[in-house]
């Protein structure tokens, strides 16, 4: 993903890019560093005092700055960041940076290049646009949370991978540079509206669209791939430890069989 300039060393397919993260929790530091981990420069933005997003596992190739944003001279020092910046990473509730005189229709007239990436759980618009939540909430409300457990017990969340990393980072940043793509046509900068509750939807759009397939049509828990298959299953070793066992094809079945 890398080729070498003139000079011999590495540049990577995004260097040049100039990327402001708003400092969040989870997916929005994930997006921040899929776009450092491909060359661009990114610049976190903290809150003034310093939160506990500070200690950030996900700073790697990030550079910091603190701002208090509640206070003028705060918005300020963004609005002026944000006139040299491609990317602007915003994972607040809705209608925060309007309050704070930071929203899209004052960012992007002052600078019409701009992508102006926002991440939420529910988007700008709809019922549950106000609300607040949690990987697993947005899980439920996608209607994925449905398909993943057991047999006869409670649906499970694994962790939060799939709606904060998979529907909400991965996916705002896929959008982000798509509207990067878009701008070496147009020239314009664009909003992205990134909804955990619709990415991971569109993540698992696979579950809905294979049922007619055999593959998910029955139950939770009685299906090929979520524990219904002996041949697709986790194992307790006697030495206490599992196993992991994938052997859908015939062939790789009759060899488990044999051990």
Known sequence: MARRSAAGRPDMALSGLRVLELAGLAPAPLCGMILADFGASVVRVDRAPRSAVATDVQGRGKRSLALDLKRPPGAAALRRLCCGADVLIEPFRHGVMEKLGLGPEVLLRENPRLIYARL?????????????????????????LSKLGRKCENPYAP?????????????????????????????????????????????????????????????????????????????????????????????????????
């Open 120 to 144: 939420t759980g529910f988007g700008q618009t709809g019922k549950y646009a106000k609300s607040a939540g949690h990987d697993i909430n947005y899980l439920a409300l996608s209607g994925v």
């Open 159 to 259: 962790v939060n991978l799939l709606a904060d990393f998979a529907g909400g980072g991965v996916l705002c940043a896929m959008g982000i540079l798509i509207a990067l793509y878009e701008r070496t046509r147009s020239g314009k900068g664009q909003i992205i509206d990134a909804s955990m509750v619709e990415g991971i939807a569109y993540i698992s759009s696979f579950l809905w669209k294979s049922q007619n397939l055999g593959l998910w049509n029955r139950p939770r828990g009685e299906n090929l791939l979520d524990s219904g298959a002996p041949f697709y299953e986790t194992y307790k070793t006697s030495d206490g430890k599992f196993m992991a066992v994938g052997a859908i094809e015939p062939q790789f079945y009759e060899q488990l069989i044999k051990g």
